[in-house]
């Protein structure tokens, strides 16, 4: 599974700035009480999201506070299913779409979604419709509100994005946020099909009616603050401003829906083994602990490609490297097993090849930047470190055809005991500040992607969707 997913355009047209990336172990979210009511029923929102931890309940939008007031809130439970629901204010639910028959699995892709609500609609089930990506999802379960039913949504009091009262915090990435007051619009206002890929992506929103409570939330601010400067400015002329908890300025993040790039892949699995394996920071942090390995993406079968990582922990009491390695199930998943087929650059110096302790190179440590440069087309790589070419790993020849389209690009720590552990970011081009440990290389590549510490190499590109469009 490439980081494709439903993002792979060259050029869109429209391209979207920044994310918002959450942090559910920071309890990262936003925030805002109207200052008055207005419509609740007959409202529209949309927003693109990718999400980053799975099988855990995760509220997207709510407003009110459970069992105390009105309360309406949409969330993705523990099976990844989609929950749209409507509270009295004893707890009681009274309209609800419940368990989506779609499920949201993917964490390498961008989804967009739309809740068009309009209780005066004489059709109980014209009164809401919930669209992923253009295309109508249904439900295990549709009580749908009675005729002029008032959600919370717009009412005076507390809505929060990316969780609820009582936790249920979103991890991931939200894009384009956009709330409209008093109208039950169509996906068709906020995205539509690429002409050439037929890929559903964005459109510009900024002509669009708001409302009173409407708002448009495109993150490209930096600030904290609940006004137009903060990270949750609204920029649709109403100044409906969202008030930032916990998140900070490396929250905003380049990885869009326009423009999608490469992280952590939980659902890759390179050890099946392992005794745990943690991701966090929108899966650009891995932690690790007893023989596992964390993998980025498959690689594209073709062009160049660069990714650094940062070791925030490396010792002899957790033996990490980083590398590339075939996922095929039918061969060994660790580095040092017969039948596995890859190169691990070790901390201590050793290079194992297709898993035997074959030489050794130059070796590093906690706060060392380790890059890998991939060239697919001409079967050749480079690793850095700190940005220096490493001795017998420049321009080295590995055959990837020997399991071609089936390696990933990742950091491997190969300590055989839960006791021993390793923590490491990594960047594809999205994270130049490694989660605020360094300060950013403000180095981009040939098409001017991505914010790498190092420089990137002539002819090497990040591992983002408008490059793999292009050179993948």
């Known amino acids: 599974m490439i980081i494709l997913g439903t993002n792979s355009i060259k050029d869109t047209g429209y391209d979207v700035a920044n994310s918002l990336r959450f942090n559910s172990g920071s309890s990262e979210n936003l925030t805002k009480t109207p200052s008055s009511a207005s419509n609740r029923k007959t409202f529209t929102f949309s927003f693109w999201f990718k999400r980053s931890k799975l099988g855990v309940t995760q509220t997207l939008f709510c407003a009110g506070v459970y069992n105390s007031t009105v309360f309406s809130q949409l969330y993705i439970d523990s099976s990844d299913k989609l929950f749209f629901q409507g509270y009295d204010n004893a707890g009681n639910q009274n309209a609800s779409l419940n368990t989506s028959d779609m499920v949201f699995r993917d964490v390498s892709a961008w989804y967009h979604i739309v809740v068009e609500v309009d209780t005066t609609q004489a059709t109980s089930s014209n009164r809401v419709k919930i669209y992923v990506n253009n295309s109508q999802i249904t439900f295990g379960t549709n009580n749908y509100p009675s005729q002029n039913y008032d959600y919370a949504y717009n009412n005076n009091d507390v809505h929060k994005i990316g969780g609820r009262s009582s936790g249920n915090y979103f991890d991931g990435y939200m894009s384009e946020v956009t ?65 930032v908890n916990n998140l900070t300025a ?71 490297g980083v590398g590339f390695w075939s996922i095929d199930t039918s061969q060994a998943t660790r ?55 490493v001795s017998n790993l420049t321009n080295y020849s590995f055959d990837f055809t020997v399991s071609l389209g089936n390696f990933t690009v990742g950091y491997v720590d190969g300590a055989n005991s839960s006791t021993y552990d390793t923590n490491v970011d990594m960047n594809a081009g999205q994270n130049g500040t490694f989660n605020g440990r360094k300060t950013a290389g403000g180095n981009s590549d040939g098409d001017g992607y991505g914010n790498f510490s190092m420089s990137v190499p002539s002819g090497y590109y990040a591992l983002n969707t408008k490059n793999l469009a292009e050179y993948g």
């Open 179 to 243: 709330f409209i007051d008093g109208q039950q619009l169509d996906p068709t206002s906020f995205g539509e099909f690429d002409e050439d890929s037929g890929i559903w992506k964005p459109i510009d929103v900024s002509g669009l009616t708001f409302g009173n409570n409407g708002f448009y939330l495109e993150f490209k601010q930096a600030g904290t603050s609940q006004n137009s400067s903060g990270m949750g400015a609204d920029t649709s002329g109403n100044d409906n401003h969202y008030a």
């Open 250 to 320: 490396i929250d905003q993040m380049v990885d869009t829906p326009t423009n999608n790039y490469a992280t952590f892949n939980p659902l890759i699995v390179g050890e099946p083994t392992a005794t745990f394996l943690g991701y966090a920071e929108g899966n650009l942090q891995g932690s690790s602990a007893g023989g596992v390995s964390a993998n980025t993406i498959l690689l594209p079968t073709s062009g160049k490609w660069f990714v650094e990582y940062h070791f925030n922990n490396a010792s002899g009491n957790s033996d990490p």
């Open 335 to 389: 580095w040092y097993q017969s039948g596995f087929k890859g190169l691990a650059y070790k901390y201590n110096a050793s290079v194992y090849l297709n898993g035997s302790n074959s030489f050794s190179a130059t070796s590093f440590t906690s706060g060392d930047i380790i890059s890998i440069a991939v060239d697919m087309d001409n079967n050749r790589v480079t690793f850095y470190k700190n940005g220096s070419a």
